[in-house]
Protein backbone atom coordinates (compact mmCIF):
# COMPACT_ATOMS: atom_id res chain seq x y z
CA UNK A 1 0.00 0.00 0.00
CA UNK A 2 1.35 3.39 -1.01
CA UNK A 3 1.68 6.57 1.66
CA UNK A 4 -1.70 8.24 0.88
CA UNK A 5 -3.79 4.75 0.78
CA UNK A 6 -2.64 4.22 4.12
CA UNK A 7 -2.91 7.25 5.20
CA UNK A 8 -6.77 7.24 4.30
CA UNK A 9 -7.15 3.47 4.97
CA UNK A 10 -5.19 1.93 7.68
CA UNK A 11 -6.97 2.00 10.73
CA UNK A 12 -10.07 4.06 9.42
CA UNK A 13 -12.57 0.44 8.55
CA UNK A 14 -15.85 1.45 9.01
CA UNK A 15 -17.60 1.41 12.45
CA UNK A 16 -18.70 -2.13 13.43
CA UNK A 17 -20.99 -0.95 15.93
CA UNK A 18 -23.39 1.34 13.23
CA UNK A 19 -21.50 1.06 9.92
CA UNK A 20 -20.13 5.00 10.30
CA UNK A 21 -17.82 5.43 7.22
CA UNK A 22 -15.74 7.64 9.41
CA UNK A 23 -14.21 6.40 12.64
CA UNK A 24 -16.19 8.37 15.25
CA UNK A 25 -14.98 10.13 18.43
CA UNK A 26 -15.50 7.80 20.70
CA UNK A 27 -16.01 10.23 23.95
CA UNK A 28 -16.17 7.71 26.40
CA UNK A 29 -14.12 7.13 29.86
CA UNK A 30 -15.14 3.89 30.03
CA UNK A 31 -17.02 0.62 28.97
CA UNK A 32 -19.67 -1.54 30.00
CA UNK A 33 -18.71 -4.97 30.90
CA UNK A 34 -20.71 -8.09 30.25
CA UNK A 35 -18.77 -9.60 33.29
CA UNK A 36 -15.98 -8.95 34.71
CA UNK A 37 -13.02 -8.49 32.62
CA UNK A 38 -15.34 -9.95 29.77
CA UNK A 39 -15.43 -6.83 27.35
CA UNK A 40 -14.64 -5.79 23.47
CA UNK A 41 -11.35 -5.09 23.73
CA UNK A 42 -11.54 -1.70 25.24
CA UNK A 43 -12.39 -1.26 29.43
CA UNK A 44 -11.14 2.49 30.50
CA UNK A 45 -9.68 4.99 27.82
CA UNK A 46 -6.52 6.04 29.33
CA UNK A 47 -5.22 2.89 28.09
CA UNK A 48 -7.40 2.25 25.51
CA UNK A 49 -9.58 4.06 23.12
CA UNK A 50 -11.18 3.07 19.83
CA UNK A 51 -10.62 6.60 18.23
CA UNK A 52 -6.87 6.65 19.73
CA UNK A 53 -6.37 3.33 18.39
CA UNK A 54 -7.32 4.23 14.76
CA UNK A 55 -4.85 7.12 15.08
CA UNK A 56 -2.16 5.07 16.56
CA UNK A 57 -2.57 2.15 13.74
CA UNK A 58 -2.86 5.23 11.29
CA UNK A 59 0.39 6.47 12.29
CA UNK A 60 2.63 3.97 12.81
CA UNK A 61 1.68 2.37 9.26
CA UNK A 62 2.66 5.95 7.83
CA UNK A 63 6.24 5.69 9.35
CA UNK A 64 6.02 1.68 8.19
CA UNK A 65 5.79 -0.04 11.72
CA UNK A 66 4.13 -2.05 13.53
CA UNK A 67 3.24 0.00 16.71
CA UNK A 68 2.42 3.33 16.93
CA UNK A 69 1.68 5.39 20.51
CA UNK A 70 -0.36 8.84 20.79
CA UNK A 71 0.08 11.51 23.34
CA UNK A 72 -1.28 14.84 24.28
CA UNK A 73 1.66 16.55 23.33
CA UNK A 74 4.99 16.17 21.41
CA UNK A 75 6.46 16.53 24.97
CA UNK A 76 4.34 13.92 26.23
CA UNK A 77 5.54 11.22 23.39
CA UNK A 78 9.35 12.89 23.92
CA UNK A 79 9.34 11.72 27.75
CA UNK A 80 7.92 8.80 27.19
CA UNK A 81 10.58 7.84 24.96
CA UNK A 82 13.36 8.72 27.39
CA UNK A 83 11.39 6.48 29.68
CA UNK A 84 13.78 3.55 27.86
CA UNK A 85 16.36 4.95 29.81
CA UNK A 86 17.21 4.57 33.81
CA UNK A 87 19.08 7.15 36.40
CA UNK A 88 23.13 7.07 35.45
CA UNK A 89 22.32 6.60 31.44
CA UNK A 90 23.45 9.14 29.21
CA UNK A 91 22.63 10.35 25.70
CA UNK A 92 23.91 12.35 22.97
CA UNK A 93 21.90 14.87 21.62
CA UNK A 94 22.01 17.00 18.74
CA UNK A 95 22.75 20.81 19.83
CA UNK A 96 20.05 22.47 17.29
CA UNK A 97 17.04 21.33 18.55
CA UNK A 98 13.71 22.14 19.96
CA UNK A 99 13.88 24.35 23.06
CA UNK A 100 11.34 22.41 24.74
CA UNK A 101 13.30 19.33 24.23
CA UNK A 102 16.40 20.94 25.59
CA UNK A 103 14.13 22.16 28.36
CA UNK A 104 12.89 18.31 29.34
CA UNK A 105 16.32 17.34 29.21
CA UNK A 106 18.10 19.43 30.82
CA UNK A 107 16.04 20.48 33.38
CA UNK A 108 13.49 17.81 34.15
CA UNK A 109 15.19 14.69 32.99
CA UNK A 110 18.78 15.63 34.63
CA UNK A 111 17.09 15.54 38.24
CA UNK A 112 16.86 11.97 37.58
CA UNK A 113 20.15 10.80 37.09
CA UNK A 114 20.21 11.11 33.39
CA UNK A 115 22.87 12.35 31.42
CA UNK A 116 22.98 14.41 28.08
CA UNK A 117 25.78 15.89 25.81
CA UNK A 118 24.72 18.29 23.18
CA UNK A 119 26.94 18.36 20.15
CA UNK A 120 26.62 19.18 16.57
CA UNK A 121 25.45 16.24 15.41
CA UNK A 122 25.81 16.63 11.65
CA UNK A 123 29.40 16.09 12.61
CA UNK A 124 29.45 12.47 13.49
CA UNK A 125 33.18 12.30 14.38
CA UNK A 126 31.78 14.83 16.97
CA UNK A 127 29.14 12.20 17.71
CA UNK A 128 31.52 9.20 17.74
CA UNK A 129 33.57 11.55 20.62
CA UNK A 130 31.03 12.10 22.62
CA UNK A 131 29.87 8.35 23.25
CA UNK A 132 30.56 7.24 26.88
CA UNK A 133 30.40 3.70 28.38
CA UNK A 134 26.79 4.76 30.07
CA UNK A 135 25.56 5.95 26.38
CA UNK A 136 22.07 4.16 25.59
CA UNK A 137 20.45 6.54 23.41
CA UNK A 138 21.55 9.09 20.84
CA UNK A 139 18.52 11.93 19.81
CA UNK A 140 18.61 13.17 16.17
CA UNK A 141 16.51 15.86 14.91
CA UNK A 142 16.77 16.19 11.11
CA UNK A 143 16.53 18.62 9.60
CA UNK A 144 17.22 21.11 12.78
CA UNK A 145 14.94 23.13 14.58
CA UNK A 146 15.32 26.26 13.60
CA UNK A 147 18.90 25.96 11.42
CA UNK A 148 17.60 23.52 9.54
CA UNK A 149 21.03 21.53 9.28
CA UNK A 150 20.78 17.65 8.55
CA UNK A 151 21.71 14.72 10.57
CA UNK A 152 22.81 11.60 8.97
CA UNK A 153 20.71 9.11 10.15
CA UNK A 154 22.11 6.16 8.63
CA UNK A 155 25.54 7.71 9.51
CA UNK A 156 24.50 7.91 13.17
CA UNK A 157 22.76 3.90 13.24
CA UNK A 158 26.09 3.13 11.67
CA UNK A 159 28.22 3.97 15.41
CA UNK A 160 24.66 2.43 17.55
CA UNK A 161 26.24 -0.51 19.49
CA UNK A 162 23.66 -2.99 20.96
CA UNK A 163 21.91 -1.54 23.42
CA UNK A 164 21.79 1.61 22.19
CA UNK A 165 19.13 3.14 20.33
CA UNK A 166 18.61 5.68 17.66
CA UNK A 167 15.73 7.89 18.27
CA UNK A 168 14.66 10.61 15.03
CA UNK A 169 12.48 13.41 16.26
CA UNK A 170 10.82 13.50 12.49
CA UNK A 171 8.41 16.87 12.84
CA UNK A 172 10.09 19.01 10.53
CA UNK A 173 10.65 16.26 7.81
CA UNK A 174 7.19 14.52 8.38
CA UNK A 175 6.75 10.91 7.80
CA UNK A 176 5.98 11.78 3.89
CA UNK A 177 9.80 13.09 2.93
CA UNK A 178 11.29 11.25 5.43
CA UNK A 179 11.37 7.36 6.60
CA UNK A 180 13.80 7.10 9.58
CA UNK A 181 13.04 3.20 11.05
CA UNK A 182 13.59 2.72 7.09
CA UNK A 183 16.97 4.33 7.35
CA UNK A 184 18.05 2.06 10.51
CA UNK A 185 16.76 4.39 13.24
CA UNK A 186 14.92 2.40 16.29
CA UNK A 187 11.84 5.15 17.28
CA UNK A 188 10.69 8.03 15.76
CA UNK A 189 8.72 10.72 17.25
CA UNK A 190 6.50 13.53 16.44
CA UNK A 191 4.76 16.46 17.36
CA UNK A 192 1.41 15.56 15.38
CA UNK A 193 0.33 19.58 16.67
CA UNK A 194 3.22 20.54 13.21
CA UNK A 195 2.49 18.88 9.97
CA UNK A 196 0.58 15.55 10.73
CA UNK A 197 -2.12 17.35 12.50
CA UNK A 198 -1.97 20.00 9.80
CA UNK A 199 -4.44 22.69 10.65
CA UNK A 200 -2.68 24.40 13.88
CA UNK A 201 -6.16 23.47 15.64
CA UNK A 202 -4.69 20.31 17.98
CA UNK A 203 -1.62 20.23 20.28
CA UNK A 204 -0.32 15.91 20.50
CA UNK A 205 2.30 13.65 19.97
CA UNK A 206 3.49 9.92 19.01
CA UNK A 207 5.82 7.39 19.38
CA UNK A 208 6.46 5.06 16.71
CA UNK A 209 8.41 1.80 16.57
CA UNK A 210 9.09 -2.06 14.89
CA UNK A 211 11.07 -2.88 18.21
CA UNK A 212 8.02 -4.74 20.59
CA UNK A 213 10.14 -4.15 23.25
CA UNK A 214 10.76 -0.86 23.28
CA UNK A 215 6.96 -0.80 21.91
CA UNK A 216 6.09 -2.36 25.35
CA UNK A 217 8.02 0.13 27.52
CA UNK A 218 6.58 2.84 25.65
CA UNK A 219 2.88 1.51 25.90
CA UNK A 220 3.30 1.23 29.77
CA UNK A 221 4.40 4.71 30.37
CA UNK A 222 1.19 5.39 28.26
CA UNK A 223 -0.96 3.99 30.53
CA UNK A 224 1.23 4.43 33.65
CA UNK A 225 1.81 8.63 33.18
CA UNK A 226 -1.76 8.84 30.92
CA UNK A 227 -0.23 11.66 28.89
CA UNK A 228 -2.87 10.72 26.05
CA UNK A 229 -4.91 12.82 23.64
CA UNK A 230 -8.57 12.72 24.76
CA UNK A 231 -10.66 11.34 21.56
CA UNK A 232 -11.37 14.35 19.83
CA UNK A 233 -8.21 15.53 19.46
CA UNK A 234 -7.17 12.31 18.43
CA UNK A 235 -9.82 12.21 15.99
CA UNK A 236 -9.00 16.23 14.34
CA UNK A 237 -4.90 14.46 14.11
CA UNK A 238 -6.41 11.15 12.28
CA UNK A 239 -8.32 13.59 9.79
CA UNK A 240 -5.44 15.91 9.07
CA UNK A 241 -3.11 13.06 8.49
CA UNK A 242 -5.04 11.71 5.73
CA UNK A 243 -3.92 14.88 3.57
CA UNK A 244 -0.91 15.34 4.80
CA UNK A 245 1.09 14.03 1.17
CA UNK A 246 -1.14 16.79 -0.80
CA UNK A 247 -0.35 19.06 1.79
CA UNK A 248 3.63 18.38 2.03
CA UNK A 249 4.14 18.67 -1.88
CA UNK A 250 2.75 21.91 -1.21
CA UNK A 251 4.68 23.42 1.58
CA UNK A 252 7.66 22.15 -0.39
CA UNK A 253 6.79 23.86 -3.41
CA UNK A 254 6.10 26.87 -1.50
CA UNK A 255 9.32 26.93 0.77
CA UNK A 256 11.53 26.03 -2.19
CA UNK A 257 10.47 29.23 -4.07
CA UNK A 258 10.33 31.38 -0.92
CA UNK A 259 14.18 30.46 -0.22
CA UNK A 260 14.98 30.91 -3.57
CA UNK A 261 13.68 34.44 -3.85
CA UNK A 262 15.00 35.25 -0.51
CA UNK A 263 18.39 33.88 -1.49
CA UNK A 264 18.63 36.45 -4.04
CA UNK A 265 17.35 39.33 -2.41
CA UNK A 266 20.18 41.96 -1.45
CA UNK A 267 18.68 42.63 2.20
CA UNK A 268 19.37 39.22 2.79
CA UNK A 269 22.29 37.84 4.51
CA UNK A 270 21.56 34.04 4.53
CA UNK A 271 19.15 31.74 3.97
CA UNK A 272 18.70 28.28 5.49
CA UNK A 273 16.80 25.59 3.38
CA UNK A 274 17.88 21.96 2.50
CA UNK A 275 16.61 22.33 -0.59
CA UNK A 276 18.51 24.90 -2.44
CA UNK A 277 21.82 23.92 -3.57
CA UNK A 278 23.88 26.16 -1.47
CA UNK A 279 22.61 24.66 1.25
CA UNK A 280 25.99 22.72 2.62
CA UNK A 281 24.14 19.21 3.31
CA UNK A 282 22.15 19.56 0.43
CA UNK A 283 23.53 16.26 -1.18
CA UNK A 284 22.63 14.28 2.34
CA UNK A 285 19.21 16.24 1.82
CA UNK A 286 18.58 14.71 -1.58
CA UNK A 287 19.95 10.90 0.21
CA UNK A 288 18.52 10.94 2.98
CA UNK A 289 14.43 12.66 2.26
CA UNK A 290 12.53 12.49 -1.00
CA UNK A 291 11.83 16.43 0.03
CA UNK A 292 13.05 19.21 1.40
CA UNK A 293 9.91 20.44 3.83
CA UNK A 294 8.26 23.61 4.01
CA UNK A 295 10.35 24.96 6.90
CA UNK A 296 13.37 28.17 5.98
CA UNK A 297 15.09 30.12 8.31
CA UNK A 298 17.11 33.18 7.12
CA UNK A 299 18.69 36.49 8.56
CA UNK A 300 18.78 39.80 7.33
CA UNK A 301 21.28 42.48 6.20
CA UNK A 302 22.14 45.11 9.27
CA UNK A 303 20.95 45.16 12.75
CA UNK A 304 19.41 42.48 14.36
CA UNK A 305 16.25 44.53 15.23
CA UNK A 306 15.11 44.54 11.82
CA UNK A 307 14.07 40.69 12.26
CA UNK A 308 11.41 41.54 14.43
CA UNK A 309 10.37 44.93 12.33
CA UNK A 310 10.22 42.82 9.11
CA UNK A 311 8.13 39.95 10.85
CA UNK A 312 5.31 42.70 12.27
CA UNK A 313 5.31 44.03 8.64
CA UNK A 314 3.61 40.49 6.71
CA UNK A 315 0.44 40.38 6.05
CA UNK A 316 -0.11 36.64 5.64
CA UNK A 317 3.06 35.42 8.13
CA UNK A 318 1.91 35.09 11.62
CA UNK A 319 4.35 36.23 14.34
CA UNK A 320 3.41 32.75 16.28
CA UNK A 321 4.63 29.89 17.88
CA UNK A 322 4.54 26.74 16.52
CA UNK A 323 4.50 25.34 12.48
CA UNK A 324 2.90 22.90 10.02
CA UNK A 325 -0.36 24.12 8.94
CA UNK A 326 -1.81 25.69 6.12
CA UNK A 327 -1.47 28.97 7.14
CA UNK A 328 2.13 30.57 6.51
CA UNK A 329 4.02 31.75 10.23
CA UNK A 330 6.72 33.31 11.02
CA UNK A 331 8.73 33.27 14.31
CA UNK A 332 11.70 34.84 15.82
CA UNK A 333 13.41 32.04 17.63
CA UNK A 334 15.51 33.53 19.83
CA UNK A 335 12.90 35.11 21.94
CA UNK A 336 10.06 32.41 21.16
CA UNK A 337 10.55 28.68 20.50
CA UNK A 338 14.05 28.54 21.68
CA UNK A 339 13.64 31.66 24.44
CA UNK A 340 13.70 28.52 27.01
CA UNK A 341 17.56 27.88 26.23
CA UNK A 342 19.81 30.30 27.55
CA UNK A 343 21.57 33.22 25.85
CA UNK A 344 25.04 32.26 25.61
CA UNK A 345 24.46 28.85 24.70
CA UNK A 346 21.71 29.67 22.24
CA UNK A 347 24.25 32.01 20.18
CA UNK A 348 27.06 29.74 20.24
CA UNK A 349 24.72 27.45 18.05
CA UNK A 350 23.92 29.73 16.16
CA UNK A 351 20.24 30.84 17.09
CA UNK A 352 21.09 34.80 17.03
CA UNK A 353 18.59 37.39 17.84
CA UNK A 354 18.88 38.41 13.80
CA UNK A 355 17.17 34.88 12.69
CA UNK A 356 13.93 34.35 11.69
CA UNK A 357 11.84 31.37 10.89
CA UNK A 358 9.52 30.75 8.28
CA UNK A 359 6.75 27.76 8.11
CA UNK A 360 6.09 28.50 4.99
CA UNK A 361 1.56 27.50 3.97
CA UNK A 362 0.31 26.15 1.26
CA UNK A 363 -1.24 29.35 0.34
CA UNK A 364 -0.64 30.70 -3.46
CA UNK A 365 2.66 30.98 -3.53
CA UNK A 366 2.44 34.27 -5.50
CA UNK A 367 0.62 36.03 -2.44
CA UNK A 368 3.16 34.43 -0.04
CA UNK A 369 6.14 36.36 -2.26
CA UNK A 370 4.13 39.33 -2.73
CA UNK A 371 4.30 39.55 1.24
CA UNK A 372 7.77 39.14 1.36
CA UNK A 373 8.72 41.55 -0.92
CA UNK A 374 6.35 44.59 0.35
CA UNK A 375 8.20 43.70 3.58
CA UNK A 376 11.40 44.09 2.52
CA UNK A 377 10.98 47.30 0.57
CA UNK A 378 9.12 48.41 4.15
CA UNK A 379 12.03 47.68 6.59
CA UNK A 380 14.59 50.61 6.80
CA UNK A 381 17.57 49.94 4.22
CA UNK A 382 20.73 48.62 4.81
CA UNK A 383 23.10 50.97 3.24
CA UNK A 384 26.83 49.94 2.45
CA UNK A 385 26.39 47.11 4.88
CA UNK A 386 25.96 48.55 8.39
CA UNK A 387 22.11 49.42 9.97
CA UNK A 388 20.42 52.83 9.50
C1 LIG B 1 10.80 19.49 16.38
C2 LIG B 1 9.82 19.54 17.52
N1 LIG B 1 9.73 18.49 18.35
C3 LIG B 1 8.87 18.48 19.38
C4 LIG B 1 8.06 19.56 19.66
C5 LIG B 1 7.13 19.52 20.83
O1 LIG B 1 5.83 19.26 20.44
P1 LIG B 1 4.51 19.77 21.21
O2 LIG B 1 4.52 21.26 21.12
O3 LIG B 1 3.41 19.11 20.44
O4 LIG B 1 4.63 19.28 22.62
C6 LIG B 1 8.11 20.67 18.81
C7 LIG B 1 7.23 21.83 19.08
O5 LIG B 1 7.40 22.89 18.53
C8 LIG B 1 9.01 20.65 17.73
O6 LIG B 1 9.12 21.71 16.88
Not at 294 to 299: A, D, I, K, L, P
Request: hydrophobic share 40%.
Amino acid sequence: MKFSTKAIHVGQEADPATGATIVPVYQTSTYTQDAVGEHKGFDYSRTINPTRLALEKQLASLEGADYGYAFASGMAATAAVLNLLSAGDHAVVTDDLYGGTYRLFSRVLERYGLEFTYVDMSDLDAVRAAIRPNTKLFWIETPTNPLLKLIDIKGVVALRKPGQIVVVDNTFASPYFQQPLALGADVVVHSTTKYIGGHSDVVGGVAITNDKEIADVIKFHQNAVGGVPGPHDAWLTMRGAKTLALRMRQHAENAQMVAEYLEAHPEVDRVYYPGLASHPQHQLARAQMSGFGGMVSFVLKGEQSRALDFAHRLKYFSLAESLGGVESLICHPARMTHGSIPKEDRERRGVTDGLLRLSVGIEDAEDLLDDLRSALAAVPRVLHGTGV
